[in-house]
């Protein structure tokens, strides 16, 4: 059973940055491809970004490429994603991802996910 811990949100003005990071307690880590999608009020979940197993290949939404990088710690069991020029358009509830499938742009590629952490940016 993988359990995905989720910290780092917050709140932030626009163009500012934040680092959200999830904790993984499977010691097979290093096998999952892991991923963050998010979620605003009165919307559908969208995919945020995803990286390989190592780190080899990483997605991004076209609305976060450039802004966003994904990234992973496989020693400390934690993926990591990097937001920079925040937009009030990025807030959402941020899901932590993991399968052994992927690094896919489909929620239903994911059999694990977090609780979530709200990031909420201010114009």
């Known amino acids: 059973q993988v359990q995905l811990v989720e910290s780092g949100g917050g709140l932030v003005q626009a163009g500012g940055s934040l680092r959200l990071s999830c904790a993984a307690s499977?010691?097979?880590?290093?096998?999952?491809?892991m991923g963050w999608f998010r979620q605003a009020p009165g919307k559908e979940r969208e995919f945020v970004a995803a990286?390989?197993?190592?780190?080899?290949?990483?997605n991004y939404a076209d609305s976060v490429k450039g802004r966003f990088t994904i990234s992973r710690d496989n020693a400390k069991k934690t993926v990591y994603l990097q937001m920079n020029s925040l937009k009030p358009e990025d807030t959402a509830n941020y899901y932590c991802?993991?399968?052994?499938?992927?690094?896919?742009?489909?929620?239903?590629?994911?059999?694990?996910w977090g609780q979530g952490t709200q990031v909420t940016v201010s114009s």
């Open positions: 499977t010691l097979t880590f290093s096998h999952y491809a």
């Open positions: 991802v993991a399968d052994l499938k992927g690094p896919g742009r489909s929620s239903r590629t994911y059999g694990h």
């Open positions: 990286i390989s197993w190592n780190g080899d290949e990483t």
